[in-house]
């Protein structure tokens, strides 16, 4: 149980375009769900967290209007890159914690997906 | 709020030896610590977790750590490490009844045969 998918796992775009990354607990509902962004080499670093139904909060330094985040529903969140540029490059993860019970304290990750953006 | 340390960015050692990753956290409440491991070019899979209870937890593949609050660490250990265990491997906290969690920065074990 507890597994996360996300769409698509690598994506190219070219500069400028937008692109969106869907994120989905297959089997449990998330309340809260979270994006990362990981740098080559590097740790995870908290994009924002994300309640269904309610917007986004986003970390500091984490640019709102660029980097869209929907919680339409209690198994879905999506990322929308916006008029992405080369340094959006990167490894996205997102995370999702369950609803009740001790499964609250455990996120469960996504497999992540690699924008590259020419 | 809270802090991860994960002082050896790189591990190598030979196979069938044992291994310690280290993690040192920094809490001014009562925590939860984790442990994930990563493959190349794949998302994190939980490794094994302390909430409360038992200060010794394992993981079904021999990894086990030890939650050591007066040195505030949360140490990894195996045995006996594989060739298969070469990942990169993630120490997290986060603080008690929140969802929020703090990455240290990784730690890659390379198993060398």
């Known amino acids: 149980g507890a597994v996360v998918s996300q769409h698509p796992s690598r994506v190219i775009c070219k500069s400028g375009t937008s692109v969106k990354i869907e994120c989905r607990s297959l089997?449990?509902?998330?309340?809260?769900m979270f994006w990362y962004r990981q740098f080559p080499k590097k740790s995870l670093m908290l994009m924002a967290t994300?309640?269904?139904?309610?917007?986004?909060?986003?970390e500091q330094g984490v640019e709102k209007d660029k980097f869209l985040i929907n919680h339409a529903s209690l198994t879905l969140s999506t990322l929308t890159v916006t008029s992405a540029h080369p340094e959006d490059s990167s490894f996205y993860i997102c995370?999702?914690?369950?609803?009740?019970?001790?499964?609250?304290?455990?996120?469960?990750f996504g497999p992540g997906t690699r924008l590259t953006v020419t | 709020a809270q802090s991860v340390t994960q002082l050896d960015s790189q591990v190598p050692v030979f196979e069938e030896a044992p291994v310690e990753l280290r993690c040192n956290y920094s809490?001014?409440?009562?925590?939860?610590l984790f442990w994930y491991v990563q493959y190349p070019n794949q998302g994190l899979q939980l490794l094994l977790k302390?909430?409360?209870?038992?200060?010794l937890v394992e993981s079904i593949n021999g990894f086990e750590a030890e939650f050591n609050k007066s040195q505030t660490s949360f140490h990894l250990r195996k045995p006996s490490v594989h060739i298969s265990d070469t990942a990169e491997y993630f120490c997290?906290?986060?603080?008690?009844?929140?969802?929020?969690?703090?990455f240290g920065t990784g730690t890659r074990l390379k198993v060398l045969a």
């Open positions: 995370s999702a914690t369950a609803m009740t019970g001790d499964d609250r304290t455990e996120q469960y």
């Open positions: 089997d449990f509902q998330a309340t809260t």
């Open positions: 994300s309640n269904e139904g309610s917007k986004a909060t986003y």
């Open positions: 809490s001014s409440v009562s925590v939860y």
């Open positions: 302390y909430l409360s209870g038992s200060t």
């Open positions: 997290a906290v986060s603080g008690a009844g929140t969802y929020k969690y703090i």
